[in-house]
C-alpha cells in the first residue's frame, strides 16, 4: 500500500511557524506527515489526534522515533479541548487540520470509501457506527436525497436516490458506483469527474458527521489555543472551506461591519488576526506530483491576546 503524502506541507510550516519549546496539536494525525514536519522543524511537542485507529497504531514507530516529544491519542477533533486537557497539554501554540480522508483510508478497499476496487461499502474512518451501507439501505428517499444534494452538491440527488431505493440491498462499492452512474444517464459521463463522485462524497460526509465535526472542531480550537497561538486548517471542498472562512473572518479583526458607521457589536471581541486573507492553494509543481491537492485550500488566524 501506498503512503500519504502531504498536502501543502511547505505552506502549513510557514503558517504555523513552529517555535522551541512550544505545543502543538494535530488533529488530523493520519500518516503522521506533519506531525514529523513540525517536530524535526523545532524542539517542540504534539499532540497527534485522529479518529481511526489504524492511524494511530501506525503512528507507534513515529512515537518511538520522536523519544517522547509526540503523543498520540484516538479520537474526534471536536473533543480537542478533553483531550490536550487529558493529556495535561495546556496552553496550546499552534493547531492544524489537514480535512478529509488519507490515502491510507481511501486506497484501502476495505474501507470503502472508493469505487477505484471494489470493496464493502463502509467509509466510517473511526471503524465504529453507522456505515454507508446502513445509510444506503435504511434511508428513506428523502433523507437519502437530502444527503446526496446538500453534502454532494449533486443536482440530480432526487433521480440517484430513487434509483439506489430500487436496487436495495446495496453492499459494495462497485455496486453503488454501476447504479449512481446509471441513474445520472448518458451526460454525466462527458463530466471531468466519475459520474459517482459526488454521491461518494456525500455519503462519506454523512456518515462521519464531517460537517459537524468542523464546527465543533474549530471551536474547540479556539478554546485551546494560547494568544498569539495559531490555526491552521487545509479543506478540500467548497462546504469545508466556506465554513473556516466563516468562522475566522466573523471572529478577526479585519472583519467588516455591517456599515463603516455602525459600531462593533457589544460581546463581539475579535479573537484572530487573518494570516490569509484569501485562502493559500498548492502550486502547480505540487498538484502536478500529488492529484488529491488539487482542491486544497489553506486557512491560517493568529489568536489575539484575550
Ligand atoms: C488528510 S488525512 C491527514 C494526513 C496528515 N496531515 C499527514 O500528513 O499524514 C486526515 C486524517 O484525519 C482523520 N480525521 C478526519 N476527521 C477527523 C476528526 N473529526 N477527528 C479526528 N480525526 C479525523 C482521518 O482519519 C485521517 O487519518
Known amino acids: 500500500m501506498s503512503g500519504h503524502l502531504p498536502v501543502m506541507l ?19 494525525f493520519g500518516g503522521g506527515g506533519y506531525a514529523s ?25 513515529l512515537v518511538e522515533r520522536f523519544g517522547g516529544r509526540l503523543t498520540l491519542v484516538q479520537g474526534e ?50 471503524l465504529s457506527g453507522e456505515s454507508a451501507a446502513d445509510v444506503v439501505n435504511g434511508a428513506d428517499e428523502h433523507t437519502l436525497t437530502q444527503i446526496i444534494a446538500r453534502y454532494g452538491e449533486e443536482k440530480n440527488a432526487r433521480r440517484i436516490s430513487r ?17 449512481v ?41 479556539l478554546k485551546i489555543l494560547s494568544p498569539h497561538g495559531r490555526l491552521v486548517v487545509v479543506s478540500f471542498h467548497s462546504l469545508e472551506d466556506r465554513m473556516v472562512k466563516h468562522f475566522l473572518s466573523e ?5 467588516p461591519r455591517a456599515s463603516r458607521h455602525a459600531p462593533a457589536a457589544p460581546g463581539n471581541k475579535p479573537a484572530f488576526k487573518l494570516l490569509t486573507i484569501r485562502p493559500m492553494t498548492p502550486s502547480a509543481d505540487e498538484v502536478a506530483s500529488n492529484p488529491r491537492a488539487r482542491s486544497a485550500k489553506l486557512r491560517a488566524g493568529l489568536k489575539l491576546a484575550a
Open 181 to 221: 452512474s446509471n441513474a445520472q444517464g448518458p451526460a454525466a459521463l462527458r463530466l471531468a469527474i466519475h459520474p459517482a463522485t459526488r454521491t461518494f462524497q456525500a455519503l462519506r460526509i454523512h456518515v462521519n458527521d464531517e460537517l459537524g465535526e468542523l464546527e465543533r472542531g474549530l471551536e474547540s480550537a
Open 163 to 179: 434509483a439506489i431505493i430500487a436496487a436495495r440491498p446495496v453492499s459494495s462499492t462497485a455496486q453503488l458506483a454501476a447504479i
Open 77 to 126: 477533533f471536536s473533543r480537542m479541548h478533553e483531550l490536550t486537557r487529558e493529556s495535561d497539554a495546556k496552553a496550546i501554540d499552534g493547531v492544524v487540520l489537514d480535512l478529509g480522508v488519507s490515502s491510507f483510508q481511501f486506497d484501502q478497499p476495505s474501507r470503502g470509501f472508493s469505487f477505484r476496487e471494489d470493496g464493502p461499502l463502509d467509509m466510517r474512518m473511526s
Open 10 to 28: 511547505k505552506e502549513v510550516l510557514e503558517m504555523l511557524a513552529p517555535r522551541d519549546g512550544a505545543r502543538y496539536v494535530d488533529g488530523t
Open 251 to 255: 471572529r478577526s479583526i479585519s472583519a
Open 37 to 61: 514536519a513540525i517536530l524535526e522543524a523545532a524542539d517542540c511537542r504534539v499532540l497527534g489526534i485522529d479518529r481511526d485507529p489504524e492511524a494511530i497504531a501506525r503512528g507507534k514507530a
